[in-house]
């Protein structure tokens, strides 16, 4: 089957969209599926074309940006040549491109479908908010011209008002999820590189350093958290500087996390690559999402955690719960909520080993394969429904 995957950030840009998306177009390459993904060439260095682990790569360039989105001329052109040539088309939203292209999946009776991701919300200004509409207007269009949208649990489902709308067309199928195999000594040797002093616990944070992803609850929480283990440590893993949209929210708390690093309290590891964030997991003893809103839907750092024995602390956010309230493995706290957070933390650490499942088990069921054998079983059954 050809199937064309669109959305507009791909790797790679790191988050939690283009990682999934990075995944299931090489899982379905790996089937024998000829995948291509139609992108932004959001940065001048990437190849317009290119092929990587099996999966062609076409990057539409980009003439302007606003806020995070992004204005590409050919990339309507682009999209009809690709959709003539494709059997089945995978979109990921949001995305401001998603109903031009969903209306020609649509015309040109080509099974379409959507994953939706997570709500968007753009920074504050006029602008942004300009922009914001102009998605939630597309967003709109492309529910009603796509066959089907995919989401990753009826919980997040069930709370989200766009998709409350579609539920007709609606299919749950879980992320995919891997990480790969890495030897026992590069654990040890990442560890010693960013926890020299060998300072426990190591409380991990895996995500982009943006305004929903609630790092202001965590700061609130350590306080109360130090009273306990003076030694404590943040690891942040993942992008935190220059981030669009982002950068007055890094403004406003780097004075508080400068103090902490000061005392050793907190250390940022940067953009980690796969075989690094296999390390980083075993090297923490607790993972926590204070997530803020309904832009997170699960995160999947939860699962790669948990694959690595390792108990998570996520907010009370539909989806966002999901893996806690599915694996047992952590707690759930208040959103926003900083002493609850603090609190949920500490029980974790002081009774980690009744935090134990099987791993395997885990594995196999986000497994990339296990999730692309789902939509092939989808990709078919709108084929035969076409046709």
Not at 38 to 48: A, F, G, I, K, V
Not at 191 to 211: L, Q, S, W
Request: aromatic letters at 8%; hydrophobic letters at 45%; charged letters at 20%.
């Amino acid at each position: 089957m050809r199937i064309l995957t669109v959305l507009t950030y791909y790797r790679p840009h790191t988050s939690g969209l283009t990682i999934y998306a990075e995944r299931l177009a090489k899982a379905l390459a790996r089937r024998g599926h000829q995948v291509t993904v139609l992108t932004s060439q959001y940065e001048r260095s990437l190849p317009r074309e290119e092929q990587v682990d099996g999966v062609r790569i076409v990057r539409a360039p980009v003439m302007w940006r606003v806020s995070k989105g992004v204005i590409m001329p050919t990339f309507g052109f682009l999209a009809t040549r690709l959709v003539l040539s494709h059997d089945v088309v995978h979109l990921h939203l949001p995305q401001f491109d998603a109903a031009g292209i969903a209306l020609r999946g649509r015309l040109l009776r080509k099974p379409t479908v959507i994953t939706y991701h997570c709500d968007l919300r753009m920074p504050p200004g006029l602008v942004a908010w300009l922009a914001n509409q102009a998605v939630l207007v597309m967003n709109e269009l492309a529910a009603l011209f796509t066959h089907r949208i995919v989401t990753y649990t009826q919980d997040y489902a069930d709370h989200s008002a766009y998709l409350r709308r579609y539920m007709h067309k609606l299919h749950v199928i879980p992320p995919p999820v891997e990480l790969p195999v890495v030897t026992l000594q590069s654990i040890q040797e990442f560890g010693k590189r960013f926890n020299p002093e060998g300072r426990r616990p190591v409380i991990g944070m895996a995500a982009r350093f943006a305004t929903e992803k609630g790092v202001e609850v965590l700061l609130d929480a350590l306080p109360r958290i130090l009273e306990v283990y003076p030694q404590a440590q943040v690891h942040f893993a993942g992008p935190y500087q220059n981030i669009v949209g982002e950068e007055q929210y890094f403004r406003r708390l780097a004075p508080r996390i400068e103090a902490l690093q000061a005392q050793g309290h907190w250390r940022f590891l940067g953009v980690l690559n796969p075989e690094d964030m296999a390390r980083f997991y075993p090297n923490i003893d607790v993972l926590v999402l204070p997530s803020l809103n309904s832009t997170e839907a699960f995160g999947l750092v939860q699962i790669e955690a948990m694959m690595n024995d390792v108990p998570c602390v996520a907010s009370d956010l539909p989806g966002v719960r999901q893996p806690v309230l599915r694996h047992h493995m952590g707690h759930i706290a208040p959103v926003g909520d900083s002493h609850a957070l603090a609190e949920a933390i500490l029980e974790v650490l002081a009774n980690r080993e009744q935090f134990k499942v099987d791993r395997e088990t885990i594995r196999q069921q986000y497994h990339p394969d296990a999730i692309a054998a789902h939509f092939e079983t989808l990709f078919q059954t709108m084929w035969d429904e076409l046709h």
